[in-house]
């Protein structure tokens, strides 16, 4: 943290001139570094023919940093002899235990008896300007400079130590109280979330939602069972019946569950594909590929099959020539990264935002019932379960195809509802 993040530069820069006019101390503010971050107010005019030599332009550095350090290190202001015998004063500018920077004042006189009282700043003694060919300048200008009492000294420091706190309190006032309103917005954000998912899960009955299964895709089930059953033996209709008992046994095992591993995922999908097969023959094409390491990959039961569904539905069943649909889930790092990817007509990205926010609306003129709102579901789900940053990505290629990235961390997120 920087002190001009506490600070309003403008703002200190009126007061310390203000200050400046009222009491006749010069004064500026550093960071701490020792670099000015305000400009110089009222400046001696001694101060400033003394700092025309290098050397003692050196010394007044170390008087001003050995003042800076003294205060950072005790926490209050520190009243010193600079090496020219002129009194000084540097304020801390603390937050939180930390040296930002410091309110440097004084280039002031005060009585002999005030002056045993002080330290010396970082030098051992102070500098003789006797033999300097503007001594006679320096000790007119040093007349000059205002003189005051230490009680002045003391009251200036505490009212500028008082001022900065004042200030750096008010702003840290309004920064926590900003962090409070974006932990809020973020709070409110969740819990938004949290009841739209809890609200679609009431709204669609968590049954059908899990079995995500429509009457249409129910009735070409049976009515393959009982063509195949009318031209075969009977061995690709057991074939079917098994691996839909399969998928009715998987739902319904899960009914009082929603969490299952990627392999068992993975497994519901291949008897769904393999059902669709039978019925759409060689206009359909299938690929899948589970990497071992992403198989024991805890995630939402009916994670991947809506996506494949929706696929079938929506690219390889407009096209009389079928398609391909190729299935893949790998690991990197530890995220598990599933891609369904078809090679349809691809889908326009106004659509995949409008279905990925829950705003799409089917179409009565195009024929399509589809509202998506089994894809914004499982998007919902899994970014309820796992937080913003997971959850699904659609990218299209119109007359391409489509691929559908689901991204869930390899270990499940205990205490955001999952069931493990």
């Known amino acids: 943290m920087k002190i001009t993040d506490i600070i309003d530069v403008d703002v200190l820069q009126k007061i310390q001139d203000s200050f400046s006019d009222a009491t006749g101390f010069a004064t500026i503010t550093v960071d701490y570094k020792g670099n000015p971050i305000t400009k110089y107010s009222n400046f001696s005019g001694y101060c400033t023919k003394v700092r025309e030599d290098n050397r003692c332009l050196e010394c007044c550095y170390r008087s001003d940093a050995h003042g800076g350090i003294e205060s950072a290190r005790s926490g209050k202001p520190s009243i010193y002899i600079c090496h020219g015998g002129l009194v000084d004063l540097a304020v801390p500018i603390m937050v939180k235990g930390n040296y930002l920077g410091a309110i440097m004042s004084g280039q002031v006189r005060i009585d002999e008896e005030g002056m045993k009282n002080l330290p010396l700043g970082s030098v051992s003694e102070l500098t003789d300007f006797s033999n300097n060919e503007n001594s006679e300048e ?28 004042y200030l750096v309190e008010k702003q840290m006032i309004h920064i926590m109280q900003e962090e409070l309103h974006n932990k809020n917005l973020e709070l409110m954000e969740e819990v938004k979330l949290r ?3 809890e609200a679609a899960l009431k709204e669609a009955d968590l049954k059908a939602l899990q079995a995500q299964i429509n009457p249409h895709f129910l009735f070409n089930v049976l009515n393959t069972i009982g063509r195949l059953a009318l031209l075969e033996n009977a061995e690709k209709t057991q ?16 009914e009082n569950s929603n969490i299952v591993s990627l392999k068992e995922e993975i497994e519901h999908v291949k008897n769904y594909l393999s059902i669709q097969k039978m019925r759409l023959g060689d206009r359909l094409e299938y690929h899948i590929h589970l990497e071992e390491d992403a198989e024991e990959t805890m995630c939402p039961f009916m994670t991947v099959q809506p996506f494949v569904e929706n696929a079938i539905n ?29 090679d349809g007509k691809g889908i326009k990205r106004e659509l995949i935002d409008r279905i990925l926010d829950g705003t799409y609306e089917s179409s009565p003129e195009t024929g399509d019932k589809n509202t998506g709102i089994g894809i914004n579901n499982a998007n919902k789900r899994l970014q309820y379960y796992y937080g913003a940053e997971y959850g699904v990505a659609i990218e299209s290629d119109l007359g391409h195809g489509t691929d559908v990235l689901i991204k869930i961390p390899r270990k499940a997120l205990l205490g955001r509802g999952l069931d493990v």
């Not at 074939?239 to 839909?244: D, G, H, L, P, V």
């Not at 398609?323 to 530890?334: D, L, P, V």
């Open 195 to 197: 009841s739209e998912v």
């Open 138 to 165: 320096l000790e007119e200008l040093y007349d000059k400079t205002l003189v005051t009492s230490l009680k002045q000294v003391h009251a200036a420091a505490d009212l500028l130590y008082t001022i900065a706190n």
């Open 239 to 254: 074939e079917m019946i098994y691996a839909f008992s399969d998928m009715m046994r998987y739902t319904l095992k899960k």
């Open 314 to 342: 929506h690219a390889i069943e407009p096209n009389v020539a079928g398609g391909k649909i190729t299935i893949t889930a790998e690991m990197q790092n530890e995220l598990t990264m599933i891609h369904i990817i078809d």
